[in-house]
Each structure stands twice: as structure tokens, then as C-alpha cells.
């Protein structure tokens, strides 16, 4: 799968944005589908998943009640709608796909995207 975010920029504390991505290839309703994200000089973490079907999706603690994870097999879309946005969601977000489940961490999926950097300031 070949992967394309967008969307990313510089928003004030407080407001909101939504990130896109968009995969290439047929069986995109066949793949998990993630976020990450990686502020400077930290590691990579995760921030949400949602199922193939889109009927199932998780998040980390720090954007869980903020952050929405949604997806449009249709048109090989996912999206994070990012909302009460905060100087510490600065980074670089990216997307990426498994075959299959769920997963947290980083070392199971294979596909990733370029990047989009958001940037939280005022």
C-alpha cells in the first residue's frame, strides 16, 4: 500500500484540524488502519486505530475524547479529526496499514505514509 497524508498545518491551542489519508490499491478494506505521531527528539507513538470495517476503533489516552479516527473504503480514505488541540499534539503525524487487526505498536505495520506536520501554537 502506498500511503499519502494531508491536511496538516498550524492551528491555535484550542482549535481544530483534520488529517487525510489516502491509499493506494484494491484491498484497502482488507487493512487496520493507524495513526502515529513523533514530536522532535521522541519516539514514535501511537495515537488511534480503526478496524477494516470501520465499526471498531481505539485510542491512546492522551487524544482519547478529542481525536476521531474515520474511514471511507469506497474512496481508500481514513481521517483523524483532531479537536481541543493542544501544544503537546505538535508533530509529525503519520498513517500507516496491517493486514488484518488491531495493533498499538509500531513494529506491526508495514505501510506507512510521508508525514503531515501539525503544528500546535499561538
Known amino acids: 500500500e502506498h500511503m499519502v497524508e494531508s491536511g496538516g498545518g498550524l492551528v491555535q491551542p484550542g482549535g481544530s484540524l483534520r488529517l487525510s489519508c489516502g491509499a493506494s490499491?484494491?484491498?484497502?478494506?482488507?487493512?487496520?488502519m493507524a495513526w502515529f505521531r513523533q514530536a522532535p527528539g521522541r519516539e514514535r507513538e501511537f495515537v488511534g486505530v480503526i478496524s477494516m470495517s470501520g465499526r471498531g476503533t481505539q485510542y491512546s489516552d492522551s487524544v482519547k475524547g478529542r481525536f476521531t479516527i474515520s474511514r471511507d473504503n469506497a474512496k481508500n480514505m481514513v481521517y483523524l479529526q483532531m479537536n481541543t488541540l493542544k501544544p503537546e499534539d505538535t508533530a509529525v503525524y503519520y498513517c500507516?496499514?496491517?493486514?488484518?487487526?488491531?495493533?498499538?505498536?509500531?513494529?506491526?505495520?508495514?505501510?506507512w505514509g510521508q508525514g503531515a506536520q501539525v503544528t500546535v501554537s499561538s
Open positions: 490499491g484494491s484491498t484497502f478494506s482488507g487493512y487496520a
Open positions: 500507516a496499514a496491517r493486514v488484518s487487526s488491531f495493533s498499538e505498536r509500531k513494529d506491526d505495520y508495514p505501510y
